[in-house]
């Protein structure tokens, strides 16, 4: 793996960041550069039964982070790190924040897109499972996609199962925010198709076959005039892009 030198003072600055009252993350700014801070959570009784133990939780995904990185994918890297904490750079923007703000122009919104449809099919291409890649932790800077929240990593979900589970949840993510079908959507399920090579594209495919009975089973939650339910009126919208041949990109 690749040695990274962290930038001059930053040890300084997190010690500092340390120091003022606990948060589980928290970002700074450091010579004009935002850096995070992760630490382990401090979870009371009942969150340490639902989320197991915090530790060996945090070990998990600083190891995988690392990992990945050795593998050449568009992770945060990490500047320092401890038992107790890791540091790493900030990546952008979340996707999610482009598409429901979209203070970008639409050229650049869809580019960034695209390459999170290249970035995700690339992991799958090289092995992995992500386990949640939502656009909430999917983020662009200066033409970079940087891939987050690896809690729900494992290298045992490395399979072809758990990389169709990806694509699903990346496009279902996509379809909540905004509720419609959007050129940035279209980006990315070209740029994933172009990149897939073990037809992760057709399991998605056959998977919302399998399950488009939950579209007229969910209509009257859809109808509902709440945000809350955003999750089943993205269900159609997930169900037609999947089905579309020109979503396909060929």
């Known amino acids: 793996m690749k040695m990274i030198t962290p930038p001059a003072g930053l040890a300084e600055a997190v010690s ?11 970002h700074f700014t450091h010579n004009g550069t935002v850096y995070w801070i992760k630490r382990p959570e401090r979870a009371d009784a009942r969150m340490r039964l639902q989320k197991g133990n915090a530790q060996r939780n945090f070990d998990a995904e600083r190891k995988a982070l ?12 990490i500047l320092l790190d401890s038992p107790d904490y890791f540091v790493t750079p900030d990546g952008g923007v979340p996707l999610m924040q482009l598409l429901r703000e979209a203070k970008l122009p639409e050229a650049e919104r869809v580019t960034a897109f695209e390459a999170a449809g290249r970035a995700l099919a690339l992991m799958h291409q090289a092995g992995f499972a992500h ?3 939502s656009i909430k932790d999917i983020c662009w800077k200066d033409g970079q996609i940087t891939l987050l929240d690896l809690e729900y990593y494992s290298p045992a979900h490395n399979s072809f199962r758990y990389q169709v589970r990806d694509l699903i949840i990346f496009l279902h ?11 940035e959507m279209t980006a990315a399920m070209r740029a994933y ?5 073990n037809s992760i594209w057709a399991g998605a495919q056959a998977w919302c076959h399998r ?15 709440t945000r809350h339910v955003r999750d089943f009126r993205a269900l159609p919208l997930l169900f037609d892009a999947l089905k579309d041949a020109a979503a396909q990109g060929g």
């Open 16 to 26: 500092a960041q340390l120091a003022q009252p606990f948060k589980r993350v928290t």
């Open 66 to 77: 690392k990992t990945l990185n050795a593998a050449g994918l568009p992770f945060p890297s």
């Open 131 to 133: 386990g949640r890649p």
């Open 173 to 183: 993510s996509a379809f909540a925010a905004v509720e419609e079908q959007r050129p």
């Open 193 to 197: 198709r172009l990149h897939d090579t």
């Open 211 to 225: 399950y488009r009975w939950l579209d007229p089973l969910t209509r009257p939650i859809q109808a509902l005039k």
